[in-house]
C-alpha cells in the first residue's frame, strides 16, 4: 500500500480471549484516531480452520454460508448477532475453531473503530485451500 515505507506503524495485539462486544469496545477507544488519518488495518481471517484445508481454491459451501453470514450482518451493522456469532452462524465452531479465535478477533476491534458512521464495504474475498477465507473490509466514512 505505501511502497516508500513513509507512514508510521505501531502493532497492536489482540486479546482472543475477551469477547466480541469488549473487543468492540476496545476498537471505539481508538475511534478518535481514524478522525487524526491514522489508517487502522486488522488482520486476521473470520474462516480459519487449518485441520480441514483442502487441495483447492475452491470454496466449501460451509464456509462461504459462515462468510455470508457475517457479511450480512456486518453491511447491516448489526452487532447484535455479530457478538453472538458463535451461538448465531451457521457452521461457527466449524469456521472458527476454539483454537482460532484469534483470527476473528481483529474483525471486531477494526470494526469498532468505525461505529460512529457504522458503514461496511467487502472489497475482497477469496478461498485458499477452500477453507480459508481472506476478506478485506472497509469500515467507515468513504465506503
Known amino acids: 500500500m505505501y511502497p516508500e515505507a513513509n507512514i ?3 502493532a497492536v495485539s489482540v486479546d482472543s480471549l475477551r469477547t466480541p462486544q469488549e473487543q ?4 471505539r477507544m481508538l475511534e478518535q484516531l481514524r478522525h487524526d ?3 487502522i488495518i486488522g488482520s486476521g481471517g473470520t474462516v ?3 485441520r480441514l484445508l483442502g ?3 475452491e470454496p466449501q459451501e460451509w464456509a462461504v454460508e459462515f462468510d455470508n453470514w457475517i457479511g450480512e450482518r456486518l453491511q447491516q451493522w448489526n452487532t447484535r448477532e455479530l457478538f ?3 451461538k448465531k452462524a451457521p457452521h461457527a465452531r ?3 475453531p476454539s483454537y482460532g479465535t484469534e483470527h476473528i478477533a481483529p474483525l471486531f476491534y477494526a470494526m469498532g473503530t468505525a461505529d460512529m458512521s457504522r458503514s461496511a464495504k467487502r472489497l475482497f474475498q477469496s478461498y485458499p485451500y477452500g477453507t480459508l477465507s481472506l476478506n478485506c473490509w472497509q469500515f467507515g466514512d468513504g465506503v
Open 55 to 57: 487441495n483447492t481454491d
Open 37 to 39: 488519518d491514522v489508517l
Open 84 to 86: 453472538q456469532y458463535e
Open 48 to 50: 480459519h480452520n487449518l
Open 8 to 10: 508510521p506503524v505501531i
Open 24 to 27: 468492540y469496545d476496545i476498537g
Open 94 to 96: 466449524t469456521a472458527v
